[in-house]
């Protein structure tokens, strides 16, 4: 059987619809069409490994991979601030990836899957993971604020779950003027 490089698979894939690739998108995410991430061929892991490599290199102390039904869906970490460990969970649901992809006529069907599904849902989180590393590495906020809505709670909960439940977390109690306390 012989190889094929991913511009050959590209070209095998796409080119038929007359779909130009942009190297630098097949390069960082895979393949990008239609305003949509439909293709990685970066594997989970690797990409795993990539935030791990840029999170370890803005404070994290501790990095750990949960998993769920033996699928990767969610890094862990500690960052220090003030000599307190704060812990955060970053997720990653390929649920909703999936379904996108399996509605979407231009996806081929070969591409409806979890394991796509899976890859390119860590891609757009890797994505987000460095849009956000940018604004720390320009000073324009500190890692913790960016990380602050996955901060792990005493109850397990994150920061932004808890407010998702509770959203008068946010707003406050109403005064009795009609303001908030």
Known sequence: MKKITKDEFARLIFQ???????STVKEVLGLKLNEGFIVSFIEAEKTIGEMQKL???HGAKSIMTDYEDGVVSALSFIINLNGNDIAFR????????????ENDRKVPNNLKHQFQAVRV????????VEAQMALIDT???????V???YAVAKNGMTLGQHILS????????PSPDGGTE
């Open 139 to 145: 000073r324009m906020v500190s890692t913790v604020e």
């Open 90 to 101: 970053l997720p990653c649901d390929w649920r909703p990836v999936l379904t996108i992809l």
């Open 55 to 57: 999170l370890g290199s």
């Open 121 to 128: 849902a860590w891609r757009i989180v890797l994505a987000w």
């Open 166 to 173: 509770n959203p008068q977390f946010l707003l406050g109690s």
């Open 16 to 22: 038929p619809r007359g779909k130009e690739i942009d």
């Open 147 to 149: 990380f602050l809505p």
